[in-house]
């Protein structure tokens, strides 16, 4: 299961979002974001950010508003 960070940090991405920027967002080491990223890549079984959001998106794991 994908904690709130992890389904935040996938729906900005999806909406466009930076690493960089979401870093800053919400307040993270470069250290701490990759370690969230790794964490959401190994949970979903997915290759890359690209098919993270996909897959979570696919199990109703997140929504885009708009």
């Known amino acids: 299961m994908l904690t709130d ?3 935040k940090i996938l729906v900005l991405l999806g909406e ?3 690493y960089q920027t979401i870093m ?3 307040g993270f080491t470069p250290y701490k974001m990759r370690k969230t ?3 959401f890549l190994e ?3 997915a ?3 690209t098919h993270a ?3 979570a998106f696919s199990k109703g794991m997140i929504k885009f508003s708009g």
Do not use: A, F, Q, V
Request: aromatic share 4%; glycine share 10%.
């Open 43 to 45: 949970k979903l079984g």
């Open 53 to 55: 959001i996909y897959l």
């Open 24 to 26: 800053k967002k919400m």
């Open 5 to 7: 960070e992890e389904k």
């Open 37 to 39: 990223r790794e964490s």
């Open 16 to 18: 466009g979002e930076s």
């Open 47 to 49: 290759r890359n950010h």
